[in-house]
C-alpha cells in the first residue's frame, strides 16, 4: 500500500499503535487523545484503516494486523527528523530535513539577540512574556481517569457525567509492593478482573470478574467510603474480617482492604 492511499489522520494513528505497549493505550479514546481527532476525524481515519486491512477491533482494542505493522514501520521512519548540517550560528548553514515534522526553536536569552549600537532594547514586556514555542494543542495534565488500573475512562467514550464534578476524596494504596501508585476511587467504582470494570486487576488471579463496588456518601458534611461485596468467589476482607454479601461497610483512613491476593490500605484526602 502506498502512502498516498492513506490520510493523515490514519497515518497517525498507524504509528500510534506501533508505539504503544499496553492494551489501555490502544482504546478509541486513548487514540483519540494521542493523537489530538476529533470523534468525527477519528472514526472516519479507523473505517480506513479497517477498510485497508490495517487494523482490527477485538472488544474495543485496536490491533495492527500483519500488513499495518509494515505500514507503520515505513511510516515511522519516514516521519523520522534528520538533521544534516550542524548550525553554528543565527545565519549561515544549512538545514535539510526529511518527514512531515517540525523543528521549534526558542532563543534562551532573547535579550542577547540585541547588541550595543542596533537600536534600544525591546520593553521588558516584550521579553519577559512568556512565548509559545509549538504551534499545536498543548498537552493537558492526565486525570484521575487515566490511571494505568482505571478502565472507565479509556474504553467509554467520555468519563461518565456524573462524575465530571467529582472531588477526589479517597484512594487505594498497594500494601505490596510499597512503590506502586496508589488507585483513586470514585463513587460507583466497580472493581475485578473484568475489562469492562472501572478498576481492572488482570494480575491477580483470585479476583473476580465484577469482585466489589465502591461508594462515596456525603455523610454530616463528610465524605464517607463503602466497599459492597458483589458476590466474589474469594470474598472481600476489611481487617482479616470477611465482608458479607451485598451489604456495605464503612472504610475508614488506614483500613486493610483484600481483594483476592491483593491488600491495600484506605487512603482518605483530607
Avoid at 499503535?17 to 479507523?46: P, V, W
Avoid at 542577547?112 to 549600537?117: E, W
Avoid at 490511571?147 to 456524573?162: I, Q, Y
Amino acid at each position: 500500500m502506498s502512502k498516498s492511499v492513506l490520510s493523515p489522520d490514519s497515518e497517525d494513528i498507524l504509528v500510534c499503535l506501533l508505539k504503544t505497549e499496553r492494551q489501555i493505550e490502544r482504546t478509541k479514546h486513548a487514540l483519540r487523545e494521542a493523537c489530538q481527532l476529533t470523534d468525527g476525524s477519528l472514526d472516519t481515519a479507523l473505517r480506513e484503516l479497517h477498510v485497508n486491512g490495517l487494523i482490527t477491533n477485538n472488544d474495543g482494542e485496536f490491533l495492527l494486523t500483519h500488513t499495518g505493522k509494515r505500514a507503520a514501520r515505513t511510516l515511522s521512519t519516514e516521519f523520522s527528523t534528520q538533521i544534516i548540517n550542524n548550525v553554528g550560528h543565527m545565519e549561515g548553514g544549512t538545514v535539510q530535513m526529511a518527514g512531515r515534522h517540525d523543528a521549534f526553536a526558542t532563543p534562551i536569552d532573547r535579550k542577547s539577540m540585541f547588541t550595543a549600537g542596533t537600536g534600544p532594547l525591546p520593553a521588558d514586556d516584550d521579553y519577559d512574556t512568556p512565548h509559545r514555542t509549538l504551534s499545536g494543542p498543548s498537552a493537558s495534565i492526565p486525570s484521575i481517569y487515566h490511571h494505568p488500573l482505571r478502565l472507565s475512562g479509556a474504553l467509554m467514550e467520555n468519563p461518565p457525567a456524573h462524575r465530571a464534578s467529582t472531588v477526589l476524596r479517597f484512594m487505594l494504596a498497594f500494601e505490596m509492593p510499597k512503590d506502586s501508585l496508589p488507585i483513586p476511587l470514585l463513587h460507583g467504582d466497580v472493581l475485578g478482573r473484568s475489562r469492562g470494570a472501572d478498576i481492572c486487576l488482570r494480575h491477580d488471579d483470585y479476583v473476580s470478574t465484577r469482585h466489589c463496588r465502591f461508594d462515596v456518601r456525603q455523610e454530616g458534611g463528610q465524605a464517607k467510603l463503602y466497599v459492597e461485596d458483589l458476590g466474589s468467589r474469594n470474598g472481600t476482607f476489611i481487617d482479616n474480617v470477611l465482608l458479607q454479601e451485598n451489604k456495605p461497610k464503612l472504610l475508614k483512613h488506614g483500613t486493610r482492604l483484600q481483594i483476592g491476593n491483593t491488600v491495600f490500605v484506605v487512603v482518605q484526602i483530607p
